[in-house]
């Protein structure tokens, strides 16, 4: 199928020119009207039910910060910190120090004593911002 500019003719009028209306470059232009196309990407509207967030996948959570960051539930640095991918050690409140390098993606991961963990070491340490963080983290993860 060739495309023509409007450009190319001399004038709005050229179709209407007896000499034009049968050119075959014309005839074959048909317009196709088809129904809307489904949209593609959809957010599911599973924020009423909850999750488990003492066995739950680092990307399930993801996916449920995402929906409620967006329907307004949490503020942006809530969400950030919550798709920050898991260091490969931390530290628990008594000092000992976890191994978190086997938790993937498909993992279930327990985030609400993790969390709670990390927001009585940061309560501790004395960094306001991240007890700030991990303080709306965990009222997210627990509420």
Same mark, same amino acid.
């Given at each position: #199928?060739?495309?023509?500019? =409007?450009?190319?003719?001399?004038? &709005?009028?050229?179709?209407?020119?007896?000499?034009?209306?049968?050119?075959?470059?014309?005839?074959?232009?048909?317009?196709?009207?088809? %129904?809307? %196309?489904?949209?593609?990407?959809?957010?599911?509207?599973?924020?009423?039910?909850?999750?488990?967030?003492?066995? *739950?996948?680092?990307?399930? &959570?993801?996916?449920?910060?995402?929906?409620?960051?967006?329907?307004?539930?949490?503020?942006?640095?809530?969400?950030?910190?919550?798709?920050?991918?898991?260091?490969?050690?931390?530290?628990?409140?008594?000092?000992? *120090?976890?191994? &978190?390098?086997? *938790?993937?993606?498909?993992?279930?991961?327990?985030?609400?004593?993790?969390?709670?963990?990390?927001?009585? =070491? %940061? #309560?501790?340490?004395?960094?306001?911002?991240? =007890?700030?963080?991990?303080?709306?983290? =965990?009222?997210?993860?627990?509420?």
């Amino acid at each position: #199928m060739e495309i023509f500019s =409007v450009r190319s003719s001399q004038s &709005l009028l050229f179709k209407n020119n007896p000499n034009n209306a049968k050119s075959s470059k014309t005839t074959d232009i048909a317009i196709e009207t088809k %129904a809307p %196309a489904a949209a593609s990407f959809q957010i599911e509207d599973n924020l009423d039910e909850g999750l488990d967030f003492t066995a *739950v996948s680092p990307g399930e &959570l993801r996916n449920y910060a995402r929906q409620s960051f967006d329907s307004g539930l949490i503020d942006q640095n809530t969400y950030a910190a919550i798709s920050e991918p898991l260091p490969m050690h931390a530290i628990d409140p008594l000092g000992n *120090v976890l191994d &978190l390098s086997s *938790v993937t993606d498909g993992t279930s991961f327990n985030f609400l004593d993790y969390y709670k963990n990390q927001l009585q =070491v %940061a #309560m501790s340490i004395g960094d306001p911002n991240e =007890v700030q963080t991990l303080k709306s983290i =965990v009222n997210f993860l627990d509420g």
